[in-house]
């Protein structure tokens, strides 16, 4: 591996299923190595994948298949922004439909029980913009939201 910093993704046996998922949808996202264990392990065997080594969205990973014993929360997330809605359903309707789960303000699961952020970029312009009035109308539509729909986020910011 060549980054010095890489984030390792525990997995319940399902570290190269996901991989192969990630780099199908999200753009500059690759699979690279994947490694076998050397010997049997409390959750896996000797020839079973141990770990894959991704890339999703430009950001190294490292999938390992540790077992069932550590799950997903949403204290980590990856935040993928968007450029328009069609790229947001896109993604959205990729990672809910194969598995996965939709939840609030542009959040939703893998089936993995990797969190998600499908963040169009109009969405974090409007509720950081320095007109703190159209801000807090942008922020409170997306409060009400699943799935971000650009077009009420923009009228909701234009007033």
């Given at each position: 591996?060549?980054?010095?910093?890489?984030?390792c993704l525990w997995y319940d046996g399902g570290a190269e299923e996901a991989a192969n998922?990630?780099?199908?949808?999200?753009?500059?996202?690759?699979?690279?190595?994947?490694?076998?264990?050397?010997?049997?392990?409390?959750?896996?065997?000797?020839?079973?994948?141990?770990?894959?080594?991704?890339?999703v969205a430009g950001i190294p990973c490292i999938g390992l298949n540790g077992g069932p014993?550590?799950?997903?929360?949403?204290?980590?997330?990856?935040?993928?922004?968007?450029?328009?809605?069609?790229?947001?359903?896109?993604?959205?309707?990729?990672?809910?439909?194969?598995?996965?789960?939709?939840?609030?303000?542009?959040?939703?699961?893998?089936?993995?029980?990797?969190?998600?952020?499908?963040?169009?970029r109009v969405l974090t312009q409007a509720f950081t913009d320095k007109d703190r009035a159209?801000?807090?109308?942008?922020?409170?539509?997306?409060?009400?939201?699943?799935?971000?729909?650009?077009?009420?986020?923009?009228?909701?910011?234009?007033?």
């Amino acid at each position: 591996m060549i980054s010095k910093n890489t984030i390792c993704l525990w997995y319940d046996g399902g570290a190269e299923e996901a991989a192969n998922f990630y780099a199908a949808t999200f753009p500059d996202s690759s699979v690279g190595p994947v490694h076998r264990a050397p010997s049997d392990y409390p959750s896996g065997k000797e020839g079973d994948v141990l770990t894959v080594e991704f890339t999703v969205a430009g950001i190294p990973c490292i999938g390992l298949n540790g077992g069932p014993e550590l799950k997903h929360n949403e204290s980590f997330s990856f935040q993928i922004a968007t450029d328009d809605q069609a790229e947001t359903d896109r993604l959205w309707n990729a990672i809910v439909n194969n598995g996965g789960q939709e939840s609030v303000c542009g959040w939703c699961k893998d089936k993995w029980g990797i969190s998600w952020q499908i963040t169009p970029r109009v969405l974090t312009q409007a509720f950081t913009d320095k007109d703190r009035a159209a801000a807090k109308r942008a922020f409170e539509a997306m409060m009400k939201m699943t799935k971000i729909d650009v077009a009420a986020i923009e009228k909701a910011y234009r007033g």
